[in-house]
């Protein structure tokens, strides 16, 4: 069973605008929850990637 984990920057306390990752054996994964049954695979660069690049927006 995956264990997901929720965004500290999430909104609300029911979970419905969150969004959540989980580390398997041999993937990432990272989800919506609005759309739980889709999920993106991610490596630990392309995730580290996508953090930066966020981070990179905010400041903008």
């Known amino acids: 069973m995956v264990q997901w984990q929720k965004s500290g920057f999430s909104n609300g306390n029911d979970g419905a ?14 989800r919506e929850s609005e759309a739980p ?16 690049r966020i981070r990179e927006q905010r400041t903008l």
């Open 17 to 30: 605008n969150c969004i959540e990752l989980a580390c398997t054996r041999t993937e990432l994964l990272l």
């Open 37 to 52: 049954t889709r999920t993106l695979p991610l490596t630990p660069t392309t995730l580290a990637a996508l953090l930066h």
